[in-house]
């Protein structure tokens, strides 16, 4: 009888072993359970540190862009409005210093353009469009062969020059 009971209570067993959900579970001691807790912690503590510190970076990155951006925007307007006061100083005849005053003239534009690539390098936005100084380059080249020349006045050379320089300036301050 005791063989009976036995295997009745093994039938038992493995129906209710059908019907549970039997899950592997690893048993820890509390030791082990404190000590994945406080590994737990500190890697989250590690990552909390490391997202603050990720968001520092990009904020003061995103910050030296606006600061580089705005003094190179600011040397550039300096530049040209040099350049504008050297081109209102040029007369409409030809004299004796105008090819040294036209020369500083291309010194400041190709400042300006060196300077617009340097943002574009740094930032990633040109200040000034690519045409513009191939309009003042032209601008200038029609302006030497006048001087070259000296027999025709140079007033309408001079006048398109500065509308061109004034248009960057322009274009600067928005």
Do not use: W
């Not at 039997?22 to 500190?42: C, E, K, Y």
């Not at 003061?60 to 951006?69: E, F, L, P």
């Amino acid at each position: 009888m005791n063989l009976h009971f036995f295997r009745k209570e093994q039938e038992k067993e493995k129906k209710q072993m059908m019907y549970r959900k039997t899950s592997p579970r690893i048993q820890l001691s509390n030791t082990d359970l404190r000590l994945h807790r406080r590994v737990l912690l500190a890697a989250c503590a590690v990552l909390l540190v490391a997202v603050v510190v990720l968001g520092i970076i990009a904020v003061r990155g995103a910050s030296y862009q606006d600061r580089v951006k705005t003094q190179l925007s600011q040397r550039m307007y300096s530049a040209s409005a040099a350049a504008v006061d050297e081109v209102n100083k040029l007369g409409s005849i030809v004299t004796s210093n105008a090819s040294a005053r036209l020369a500083r003239v291309r010194q400041y534009i190709y400042y300006m353009e060196q300077l617009s690539a340097m943002s574009a390098s740094l930032v990633g936005d040109q200040l000034a469009p690519a045409d513009a100084f191939t309009a003042l380059y032209g601008d200038l080249e029609s302006f030497e062969n006048l001087l070259q020349q000296s027999t025709s006045p140079t007033l309408d050379a001079r006048s398109l020059l500065l509308t061109h320089l004034q248009a960057l300036q322009t274009y600067l301050n928005q």
